[in-house]
């Protein structure tokens, strides 16, 4: 999640009044009474706290660095990411030869980025069975803001939680292509850099779309879904944002996907655009939004640990965290096999 850039606004959801909590049990996730036929909840049970937790304690370490930018620590993160990838057969769009865009430093530099070094988008896909020209898009950014003074950003719940949950959601999909039961409109695994010094991987993918934007039906974008924030502590819910400013289908698919698995509380207190927090312009699903391809953004809040060193893996709810990649993965799932693309009726 991009710092937001009007500092009258940014401290003032900032003040705790609770504790972390510590990491939680990561075994009733599983235990919830999903609902939906045999290839979905087959799928859906591929989504475990457990590999949640072994993915973000790699993605979140140390070694990574914070994952700034184009730096090291980060590329180290995008090979682990691109292993994995290869380790289910899942494999990038053909169109762009490699599970890699670059983000050309000049293109971050012209829109502010002082000084960043190249960097990399990474997208990881599966062909649709019946319609393979619409894409569904599944995005999180897995840069971080790095390293300062010697001590490690790590960035687990900003934005490793969305990374996460986006490699467990393209797993569940993998699945039930291997059994025969894959997506009918192709599904894209979009890991997007340079968020946090301005959504530029964002901007970079949909200025140079791999797939038309025209033929992109709609954006599931996570940024940062592993823990709670002061208001909602230990409660089982979600923020929900944009899913109803250019589609009026869109939210009531949300609705129906969460009511069929762990029915979590959809909160929707920052789904305005004149919400002074201005959630809506803050992540990558902007990018998609503004051309005109509907979005929903799924998000925690802005906790105690935000853009602070402590954002680590063991204040990590992975209990929570699965339950949301669920929700994700529930409304990827309607929206890729319902035989219509998404109406968009609303500018
Ligand atoms: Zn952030």
Redesign the pocket.
């Known amino acids: ?3 937001l850039l009007v500092p009258v606004f940014s401290a003032v959801l900032l003040v705790s009044c609770g504790t972390a909590k510590t990491a939680s049990d990561v075994s009733s996730s599983q235990n919830s009474a999903v609902k939906g036929d045999k290839a979905f909840v087959s799928a859906y049970k591929e989504i475990k706290a457990a590999d949640l937790k072994k993915n973000l304690y790699v993605i979140a370490s140390d070694e990574m660095e914070g994952r700034d930018t184009g730096s090291p620590g980060q590329k180290r993160a995008g090979e682990y990411m691109v292993n994995y990838y290869k380790n289910l057969g899942i494999s990038f769009p053909k169109a762009l030869g490699s599970y890699y865009q670059k983000v050309p430093s000049d293109f971050m530099k012209k829109r502010g980025g002082s000084n960043l070094p190249d960097s990399e988008n990474i997208l990881a896909f599966i062909e649709g069975s019946e319609k393979p020209e619409e894409i569904v898009v599944v995005s999180a950014h897995y840069d ?2 790095g390293t300062k003074n010697g001590v490690v950003y790590n ?1 687990a719940d ?2 490793g939680s969305g990374t996460v949950a986006v490699m467990e959601i393209a797993k569940a999909f993998q699945a039930a292509k291997k059994s025969g039961k894959g997506p009918k409109k192709s599904v894209l695994f979009l890991h997007v850099t340079g ?2 010094h301005g959504l530029f991987g964002s901007e970079y993918y949909t200025d140079n779309p791999v797939f038309p934007l025209a033929n992109t039906v709609v954006d599931l974008n996570i ?2 879904i592993g823990r709670d924030d002061p208001e909602n502590r230990g409660k089982q819910y979600v923020y929900v944002i944009g899913s109803e400013m250019l589609s009026s289908q869109l939210k009531l698919i949300n609705e129906a996907a969460n009511k069929r698995t762990n029915n979590l509380e959809l909160n929707y207190k920052y789904d305005d655009p004149n919400d002074p927090q201005r959630l809506y312009y803050r992540s990558d699903h902007y990018n998609f939004a503004k051309n005109n391809v509907p979005v929903a953004f799924f998000f925690d809040g802005i906790h105690e640990d ?2 602070k060193p402590t954002d680590d893996v063991e204040k990590i709810d992975y209990d929570l965290l699965a339950k949301r990649t669920q929700l994700v993965f529930a409304t990827a799932w309607e929206i890729a096999n319902r035989p219509d693309r998404i109406i968009v009726d609303k500018k």
């Open positions: 999640m991009r710092k971080h803001v960035g900003d934005d968020e946090e940024d940062m935000y853009h």
